[in-house]
């Protein structure tokens, strides 16, 4: 996996994965996009119960 520098910043990787939190950091780090907010969003709600049902 490449390295990724987002303005001068360091994104840490675990097991291939990027770090939302760096992510969130870099990007403004708005309170409303915080990564720990995306399971109460409605539409990932919607998304978890079809996969569920599937």
Known sequence: M???M???KDI?????LYSLNDL???SGAS???Q???FLRLETTQE???EIESS
């Open 47 to 49: 998304l978890i119960s």
């Open 6 to 8: 987002i303005a001068s």
């Open 12 to 16: 840490r990787t675990l097991d291939g």
């Open 24 to 26: 969130h950091k870099v």
């Open 2 to 4: 490449a390295h990724l």
């Open 31 to 33: 309170k409303k996009h």
């Open 35 to 37: 990564p720990a907010n």
